[in-house]
């Protein structure tokens, strides 16, 4: 099943230290030698200042090998480091905690410079040491004092730049402390700041060859970071997969998925099937969801497949049963091993098992009780109780009953209303009649297909391919960490 681990194209767009949740998995998953995913740990541990746990995977890595002197020097570096920038930040503290300053204190930040330098002489230099001693404090892996300072520095903060940053380490903060609903309120609002902000400075850009593309890159790195991150956040969220059907379906990280990173596809799917019995009791969006995803896993098969996507294909697009059951017994393993999914995997097999014998019983009047058991990996016992679970729950717009002598369900379909069926037979025929006129219309004005110089010479300016980063530079509290 290594071959289905999309560990090493998840990491690069993910913080180190989110990094760490997802090798601890592919340890317990046995996907890799043990060794290389802790020689792994080990690597990405050094750029860090948790000390202590890099000198744990020293140990268990080279139990034979005295732990080298940088450790114990990077340690009293590191706690001297500490005690100074604590100083620093623990003077604003001081002062914005008392209650007439948070009393005073307002909506305007400018205002509030204002206030702060008037009365306990606290600047610019000042509030940004919040911002420094947090983003230490997530360097150590003290991931709670580390949002409490960066949260009061986005308070008092009007620098746009470290304002993000402190957004991003924030998010990062709530999803290692397991904090989901606060995570997915920072989620949501930093989502608003890049589609705001950067699509605005994408919008707003220079006149220049390459000023506006770059404005637009960079929203979209952003935007690829942002759904990787998300990742955490939704499927440990309630309502997650929900959400992430709505955010991940929208245009623009829609477009962002097949440009950037394909291979989201599997958690689109995932979560679309999921929620599908669910939401199907009360309205049509999860089936809306599920043929959208669809088209987009048939556009992009080139760039990703894997057997969640294949399931769906072959299920959806090419009618082959057996072989939708092949792929769901894999994608079940898939499931299991993947650390955003192993939670989901009893869901998702219930749920998968509900699409084959919906779509099998939506072009079958007839169906032998056995078969679809074998269909559906059950036994005759178990595929008796499932599909009459199935009749009683399912809406077919169909009656069905099951016939016990001959283990076969009868399903009896009425035929459709006359006037839908002309309804259907003659959709879209005004607007194929208005093209076909305009042809006809263009034929006889003597217009005729581009060929010789002027073809070539409309050409010339044809872009030829679109502009696909391989791989997003990272948020900045990220790149300044170390």
Same mark, same amino acid.
């Given at each position: 099943m290594a071959e289905y681990d999309i560990t090493e194209k998840l990491i690069p767009f993910i913080d180190k230290h989110l990094a760490f949740p997802v090798l601890t998995h592919l340890l317990e998953t046995a996907l890799f030698p043990e060794e290389d995913v802790r020689a792994a740990?080990?690597? !990405?541990?050094?750029?860090?200042?948790?000390?202590?746990?890099?000198?744990?995977?020293?140990?268990?890595?080279?139990?034979?090998?005295?732990?080298?002197?940088? #450790?114990?020097?990077?340690?009293?570096?590191?706690?001297?480091? @500490?005690?100074?920038?604590e100083t620093d930040a623990q003077v604003v503290l001081e002062v914005i905690e008392r209650e007439e300053v948070a009393q005073a204190l307002r909506q305007d930040k400018i205002q509030n410079l204002h206030y702060l330098k008037e009365n306990y002489n606290l600047t610019l230099d000042h509030i940004q040491a919040l911002y420094t001693f947090g983003q230490f404090q997530y360097a150590t892996g003290n991931y709670s004092n580390a949002a409490e300072y960066l949260y009061h520095f986005r308070i008092l903060s009007t620098d746009a730049d470290l304002n993000l940053s402190a957004h991003w380490g924030k998010l990062a903060c709530d999803i290692l402390f397991g904090q989901w609903d606060t995570a997915l309120e920072e989620l949501n609002s930093l989502r608003e700041t890049i589609d705001s902000r950067l699509g605005s400075a994408a919008a707003n850009a220079p006149a220049?060859?390459?000023?506006?593309?770059?404005?637009?890159?960079?929203?979209?790195?952003?935007?690829?970071?942002l759904i990787h991150w998300s990742l955490f956040v939704y499927f440990n969220h309630a309502q997650g997969r929900s959400l992430l059907l709505d955010t991940f379906l929208s245009p623009a990280y829609l477009n962002t998925i097949q440009t950037s990173c394909p291979w989201v596809l599997r958690y689109l799917a995932v979560a679309a099937i999921v929620t599908r019995k669910s939401a199907n009791a009360t309205s049509g969006r999860a089936r809306h969801a599920l043929r959208e995803i669809v088209r987009v896993i048939q556009m992009e098969e080139y760039q990703y497949t894997d057997p969640i996507t294949q399931f769906l294909k072959e299920l959806?697009?090419?009618?082959? #049963?057996?072989?939708?059951? &092949? *792929?769901?017994?894999?994608?079940? &393993?898939?499931?299991?091993?993947?650390?955003? !999914?192993?939670?989901l995997k009893q869901e998702f097999l219930d749920n998968?098992?509900?699409?084959? *014998? $919906?779509?099998?019983?939506?072009?079958?009047?007839?169906?032998?009780?056995?078969?679809?058991? *074998?269909?559906?990996?059950? *036994?005759?016992? $178990?595929?008796?109780?499932?599909?009459?679970?199935?009749?009683?729950?399912m809406r077919m717009g169909a009656d069905a009953k099951i016939d016990l002598e001959k283990n076969i369900i009868h399903i009896n379909r009425p035929p459709a209303p006359l006037y839908q069926a002309v309804i259907e037979?003659?959709?879209?025929? @005004?607007?194929?009649?208005?093209?076909?006129?305009?042809?006809?219309?263009? &034929?006889?004005?003597?217009?005729?297909?581009e060929t010789g110089e002027e073809g070539k010479n409309k050409g010339k300016g044809r872009r030829t391919g679109a502009q696909q980063p391989s791989q997003p530079a990272a948020p900045s509290i990220v790149a300044t960490e170390a």
């Open positions: 740990q080990y690597e !990405l541990a050094k750029t860090t200042n948790m000390v202590d746990f890099t000198v744990q995977l020293f140990q268990q890595l080279y139990p034979d090998e005295e732990i080298p002197q940088e #450790f114990a020097d990077k340690r009293d570096q590191a706690l001297q480091k @500490a005690e100074q920038l220049g060859p390459n000023a506006s593309s770059e404005a637009a890159l960079a929203q979209l790195q952003a935007r690829t970071w959806y697009l090419e009618f082959d #049963f057996d072989a939708a059951q &092949k *792929s769901l017994a894999i994608a079940e &393993k898939v499931v299991e091993n993947d650390f955003f !999914l192993w939670d998968s098992r509900y699409l084959i *014998s $919906e779509a099998y019983c939506r072009i079958h009047q007839r169906i032998d009780i056995d078969d679809l058991s *074998s269909r559906l990996n059950l *036994s005759q016992e $178990e595929g008796e109780k499932w599909i009459v679970n199935l009749i009683r729950d037979k003659t959709r879209g025929l @005004a607007f194929r009649t208005q093209a076909l006129g305009a042809a006809m219309n263009r &034929k006889a004005a003597g217009e005729t297909m």
